[in-house]
């Protein structure tokens, strides 16, 4: 009895979860009067209009948009990767001065509201001539993911065994070869938590896109998805085909991202 | 951990995110604490013009009453909707954690309840925007049930008194999963022998819950709190795509009053000045947040 109450609940909690999704996926699939008639089924209530997902692609140039966020996402997350861990490998390996100081400064930056940096955070890209690239994009997506990378990287190179360090200083290793052959290969569970966290961050960001892009040839999908959502007044189903192509990579990559994302969640927050 | 022999090697490794941090970091800190003790209307810097503190008068003490009281509005909106995710997230997803615990099926639940975590983004604040439509889904759900008080002619976003509750239902939606899914984690990391050598010494279940399953669930509490705080400070995505921050700025939060003041109204100054104090008034909470971040290095 107190078993089947138990499912119930949690079935009750994965419908609530698996319902947008539905809905969207039945909208996009409904004709444009069915959509705006019948809002409240998500099944459609004639054929399957398959139709909808090109007519949608190829109306708004999906295909440079999904170009456009797949550039930014893996140079975000390489440039992520790449540069604090560097950094967590510093903190967590040497004694320096200034050690403390550094890494609170970074971790302080996470406080700092978006929204308010990002007045003079457009002046200054338009000042260095970097406003409507990918570059003027991809820079302050970087900075901003610092906090939380250093913190688990940090976290992470502390818990590798220093002998290892000692040993290979024995064999004559430099210490960025320390770095990148032995401690960055052993920080792989780390590198996918981060890498996963970044790859939906950037590939969700709306608000600092619509602010330093303009033109139209590097609109990321979300951008896309607002761009359609202006330009086809109440057609639901376009609308939920957009949706449906700007959400796919991150569907299809779930089951990977689910494994990755347990593991690096029960690493950090386990020892914290 | 060493001491290098070459001084200035942990400082290479520094280098990029440095470099990085002072481009762009700082250069914008410094900058925008500056501009909320101007008025400038953009461009050219040379327009502006200092006012040392009439920016913060404005919308703190109601020189500007309209400004004011758009302020304090956002403001307690932001509050509203920590408030309610936090008191509503935390209880349910630790009963959904317990349960889930000893379930058979836990893994396949545990597939379907990570779905929102990474999918909710701007694809889905467009779905719930249709949702919450006049002849949407969840009007007719509470018509079929009969739950007829409930039901929102306008749609929950298109009635002042509602809206903001509509954007609550949206961030609990979101951040359920990953505060239930760290709870499951932390559950399922306690060692059993723990609790079998606990009834041995014949305690009851609730000193067990007391003794060993809370003292390891404080500090995932703690987490959970702080990330909902402080996205709830900081939420943004899901006003701007669903409402815009209305009707009537029922769901004005600071992020879309600084939004607006500053890339529609062009007063960087006030929107500058508006971010830094929400930042102070989230300031508390950093506190908090920093604890958490306590590495040890």
Redesign the interface.
Known sequence: MIKSI??V??II??F??????L??FG?SLKTSQDALAN??S?FPSGAFQWGTFAEVWNKLNFGRFFMNSGIVSIIVIAGVI???S??G????????RG??F????????????????????Y??MTN?GLANSYVGMI??M??GA??FA??LF??YF?TIS?EL?ESAVLDGCN?FRI?FRIYLPLAIPAIGTIA?MNF?GS??N??WPM?IIDSKDLFTL?MG??YL?SSSFKK?NE??A???I??LP??VA?PF??KM??QG??AG??K? | MVTAKKKWVPYLFLLPGILLFLAIGVYSVGFSVILSFYNWSGIDFSNARFEGLSNFKDFLLGDSPVVSRNFYYALLHNFELAFFQVIIVIPVALVLAFVLQNTKMAGFYRTLYFLPMIASGIAVFYVWKGLFEPTGVLNSLFATLGLDFLVVPEGMLGNSSTSLIGIIITSIWGGLPGTLLLYYAGLTAVDPTLYEAASVDGASKATMIRKITWPLLKPMTLIAVIQMVNGAFQTFENVFIMTGGGPAGSTEVIGTLVYRTAFIDNDYGLASAIGWTSFLVTGLIAIFSIRGFKADI
């Not at chain 1, 510093?90 to 004694?95: D, E, G, L, P, V």
């Not at chain 1, 550094?102 to 955070?121: D, E, K, N, Q, S």
Request: proline share 8%; net charge positive; glycine share 2%.
């Open positions: 138990k499912h609940l949690l909690y994965g609530a979860c698996l319902y947008p999704f809905w969207m909208t809002p409240q998500p790449f540069i604090y560097m950094m490998y510093a903190f967590a390996k040497y004694r320096f050690k403390k550094i890494y609170y400064m970074f971790i302080a930056l996470l406080l700092v509201p978006g929204v308010t940096i990002l007045i003079p955070l002046i200054n260095l820079l302050p970087i900075n610092a906090p250093i913190f940090t976290s502390r220093h360090y210490s770095y996963i939906i590939w969700n709306i608000l602010i979300p998805l607002m959502d639901w609308l939920m957009g949706a449906i700007t959400i991150i569907l779930f991202l689910q994302y347990v969640m029960t927050s386990v914290m």
